[in-house]
């Protein structure tokens, strides 16, 4: 029994030493692959103010384009562009809502002129929005409809060919089955509430925020230019409202605006026509232009498994040059996404300059258009440089960890696909542990996002990895800090800038545990699938049958 004690007893030392020496090992096997004084050169480049920050269509965003593909060219990656270029080239158009323009509303024998930036904000801007004939409105709740929940806000109103007005948010539930309980979904964009209206045959949209709504930054976030694909099927006027004002669109009705927040509060939120009606005749200031994808394949060594294809994407834009705050008018977007660009860019060279084959070829893909609804990755998707079907997955970087080394990571996507199963295969390989989205930040459906979205929403299986918040150094109450301290004062301002710090190490890390997901991807002959009952799984299969 003394033996035995003593052999369990050095069983447990030596186990966990075991596990730790394979861990350091498998870092080591990496640590040598990448240039951290290289990594450095890309973002101090792409996130200077030479670059103007990178605003689509603009000087800045050309000339980080042309970066990209000098680099992808020097790294010797073939160019999977068109016409044997780099370049993926897209069409796009832009659009500014000019102060010329006048939105008026008629109650009875009255009617009022709305000044943009002070009382609404456009959604979308071109001559699609105009309403040149007063128009009725209607308010629809929360402009809702989710089947799967049983709930419908249109349901006792008809509003073809009217103006729907809605509440932000959707109803609140503690219960998860419900509208995810405390989490919101996808139904309380926006953008889901506008595309909902145009189904049902409305002639456009408003939204109305809560009253603690922070107008002065709303004013920031539509200050910059709207842009669409060229070919996008054309919108309609979709406005925010300022709370203060919206009030006025309840005139005569039986329930004003602070009748509406009490439903609200108890849950008993209803539809009812209003008696206002809305003309808008917008003068905008337009522009077309092409805009690229930057494209670089590192081909496949297998004879078989060369002619499928993983895709390593990240949006290289950003905002561009947009409103003054403290003197700076150029957003630079180091974190976002400077930094997960020069990540890309450094695990290319990883597998370029160190011959590092695999078995299926690596498309690394710089997204553009990202920040204004992800128009690159759309594009790609529509414009395919490789066929949809014989794409196995997406590895998508946005961002990459600055602040500490980590004990975990976040598989963004990763309840979707057997992309999960590779993950934790990784986890284990380098003794990291899998956490979830922390509780603070999923005030939305985060897998939506980013440009991973859009290729899931192609069939293909898709995940953005991310640094989890139980790092080395630091507690997780302050990493958390630095995490709401980034969203809440640098997260699309001008201060996002070379000015924040980088932790090297904790960069390398994160480029480690990327490399070696995407070996091992690229290496496994079995490809990744959607689970089943996941909304992605139909466009798979189509995409499939269809040999698109």
Do not use: C
């Not at 905002?319 to 990540?343: E, Q, T």
């Not at 790609?380 to 590895?395: S, V």
């Amino acid at each position: 029994m003394k033996n035995k004690s003593y052999l369990i007893a050095l069983l447990i030392l030596i186990f966990p030493l075991s596990s730790f020496s394979q861990h350091q090992d498998y870092y080591q096997k990496y640590d040598n692959l990448f240039n951290m004084s290289a990594f450095t050169r890309h973002i101090n480049f792409l996130g200077s103010d030479l670059f103007e920050g990178r605003g689509t269509g603009t000087t800045g965003g050309n000339l980080a384009a042309k970066y990209l593909a000098q680099e992808l060219s020097k790294l010797g990656l073939k160019p999977a562009g068109n016409d044997n270029t780099f370049y993926q080239n897209i069409p796009m158009h832009g659009s500014r809502v000019l102060n010329s323009s006048r939105l008026t509303l008629f109650s009875n024998e009255e009617q009022s002129e709305l000044k943009l930036n002070k009382d609404y904000l456009l959604y979308q801007s071109g001559s699609q929005t105009f309403i040149p004939v007063p128009t009725q409105l209607v308010f629809v709740g929360y402009g809702i409809i989710a089947p799967e929940f049983d709930y419908n806000d249109y349901q006792e109103v008809d509003v073809e060919g009217k103006i729907v007005v809605f509440l932000e948010g959707e109803p609140s539930s503690d219960d998860k089955n419900f509208f995810n309980g405390e989490f919101p979904t996808i139904y309380s964009y926006p953008e889901s509430k506008q595309k909902i209206a145009i189904s049902r045959g409305a002639r456009g949209s408003i939204l109305i925020p809560f009253p603690d709504t922070n107008w002065n930054k709303l004013q920031k976030d539509f200050a910059f230019e709207n842009i669409s694909l060229a070919y996008s099927v054309s919108s309609n006027f979709s406005a925010v409202l300022n709370f203060q004002t919206a009030r006025k669109l309840f005139d005569k009705t039986n329930y004003s605006l602070e009748d509406v927040l009490q439903m609200h509060s108890a849950n008993k939120l209803r539809s009812f026509n209003l008696y206002t009606k809305l003309s808008f005749r917008g003068v905008f200031q337009e522009r077309d232009f092409i805009a690229q994808n930057v494209a670089g394949l590192i081909e496949g060594s297998d004879p078989k498994l060369k002619d499928s294809y993983l895709i390593v994407s990240a949006h290289y834009d950003h905002l561009g040059i947009g409103p003054v705050v403290n003197g700076d008018s150029i957003y630079n977007g180091v974190y976002d996404n400077s930094a997960g660009v020069s990540a890309a860019l450094e695990i290319a060279r990883a597998f370029s300059q160190f011959g590092i084959s695999t078995k299926r070829s690596i498309l690394f893909l710089f997204l553009t258009g990202e920040e204004f609804g992800l128009l690159g990755s759309k594009y790609y998707t529509n414009n395919p440089l490789f066929p949809l079907y014989k794409t196995i997955a997406n590895i998508n970087i946005d961002g990459i960890a600055s602040f500490d080394n980590f004990k975990s990571i976040i598989g963004i996507g990763r309840e979707y696909s057997t992309l999960n199963n590779f993950l934790n295969s990784t986890a284990e390989k380098f003794g990291l542990d899998i956490a979830d989205i922390p509780p603070q930040f999923r005030f939305n459906e985060s897998f939506s996002q980013s440009d991973q979205v859009a290729f899931a929403n192609a069939g293909i299986p898709a995940m953005l990895i991310a640094e989890g918040l139980d790092y080395v150094n630091l507690s997780k109450e302050e990493g958390l800090k630095k995490y709401v301290e980034y969203a809440t004062i640098y997260y699309h301002t001008p201060f996002d800038d070379l000015q924040l710090p980088i932790n090297l190490e904790a960069a390398k890390q994160h480029m480690i545990i990327l490399f070696s997901l995407i070996e091992d991807l690229a290496n496994n002959p079995k490809e990744p699938e959607w689970n089943k009952g996941v909304p992605y799984l139909n466009a798979r299969l189509r995409s499939i049958a269809e040999k698109k």
